[in-house]
């Protein structure tokens, strides 16, 4: 069975850090690209970085330069780092696993595609 379970979040002043991680279970996970996503009130849930299994990266524009994606292989834990935290960035996180067939593949989860960690809450105040 698979298992992605997630931890950290929490609230945060603007300017602040955080981290969040996520290990997932069940699976093989070298074979999987991985990926943060989040979701505001009112809002369609929006990708805020991913990395493939070579250790590739993307991030949202609105996240360049202030959070950092990275993966232990060993431990089967994904991580995001964040720094200067804005209040725009208050949202539920959810991490997300996407088997792919290849290294360099982003991780493109959708419906019925992939595993979803429970979702954890950043929230950052002004």
């Known amino acids: 069975q698979v298992k992605v379970v997630q931890s950290g979040g929490g609230q945060v002043q603007a300017g602040g850090s955080l981290k969040l991680s996520c290990t997932t279970f069940g699976v093989t996970y070298v074979d999987y690209a991985m990926g943060w996503f989040r979701q505001a009130p009112g809002k369609e849930r929006e990708e805020v970085a991913t990395?493939?299994?070579?250790?590739?990266?993307t991030y949202a524009d609105s996240v360049k330069g202030r959070v950092t994606i990275s993966r232990d292989n060993a431990a089967s834990t994904l991580y995001l780092q964040m720094n200067n935290l804005k209040p725009e960035d208050t949202a539920m996180y959810y991490c997300?696993?996407?088997?792919?067939?290849?290294?360099?593949?982003?991780?493109?989860?959708?419906?019925?595609?992939?595993?979803w960690g429970q979702g954890t809450q950043v929230t950052v105040s002004s």
């Open positions: 997300a696993a996407d088997r792919r067939r290849y290294r360099t593949d982003t991780c493109a989860v959708g419906p019925g595609r992939g595993y």
């Open positions: 990395i493939a299994i070579d250790g590739s990266t």
